[in-house]
């Protein structure tokens, strides 16, 4: 996908879903306000517009990352899932000059996403480490966090899964370990 596609998508985004959650949010607020609303009613409508605004914030974090295409939207896309996530993990992130083609770059986009919403959901992490390294002729993804571990038989989930397929479609090699005192992904990219 070109740039300019992809910046024909986030205005999409933007003009469409984007303002139609928007409206949403505000239609649910004009009911909160009604002073006849039933108290129960105006508990679901709380919890109800919550979640729109989560997804508001999720499309908004979207047509960021369709936007924006340079070393520094890896690290800008990561640090505002740890924000919205509320999470007091420590974010480290060191990444070498890399020439990746733009769907290798989206592709560990997205992986990270899945990787950082996992730990942070799952493992109690307070540290997670992202680094790119260049050798002569690969490049070495690693994703480490401090968390509890998880069981490698038990982590064929969908997330993990979609990794999968992603370091497939970039012709990448992924390994994973996991103990008492954390998870490492290694995503092997060749150039």
Not at 31 to 47: N, W, Y
Not at 57 to 65: D, K, L, M, Q
Not at 68 to 77: D, F, V
Not at 114 to 122: A, F, G, I, T, V
Request: charged share 25%; with cysteine.
């Amino acid at each position: 996908m070109t740039q300019s596609e992809r910046v024909k998508i986030a205005q999409e985004l933007h003009d469409g879903i984007a303002q139609d959650l928007v409206a949403l949010s505000y239609s649910l607020d004009l009911l909160l306000a009604e002073s006849d609303t039933p108290v129960q009613t105006r508990i679901e409508l709380r919890k109800i517009i919550f979640e729109v605004s989560a997804m508001i914030e999720s499309v908004r974090s979207e047509i960021f990352n369709l936007r924006a295409r340079n070393p520094a939207a890896l690290e800008n896309s990561l640090r505002a899932l740890l924000a919205e996530s509320n999470s007091s993990a420590e974010l480290r992130i060191n990444l070498e000059e890399t020439a990746f083609s733009e769907n290798v770059e989206e592709q560990l986009l997205a992986i990270s996403r899945e990787l950082l919403r996992n730990s942070l959901k799952h493992s109690g992490a307070s540290v997670i480490e992202i680094s790119i390294k260049k050798s002569q002729n690969a490049s070495t993804y690693s994703f480490n966090d401090n968390g509890s571990g998880m069981h490698l038989s038990n982590s064929e989930g969908y997330g993990i899964r979609g990794v999968k397929e992603r370091c497939l479609s970039i012709e990448s090699e992924l390994s994973v370990s996991s103990d008492e005192f954390g998870t490492r992904y290694l995503i092997s990219i060749p150039l």
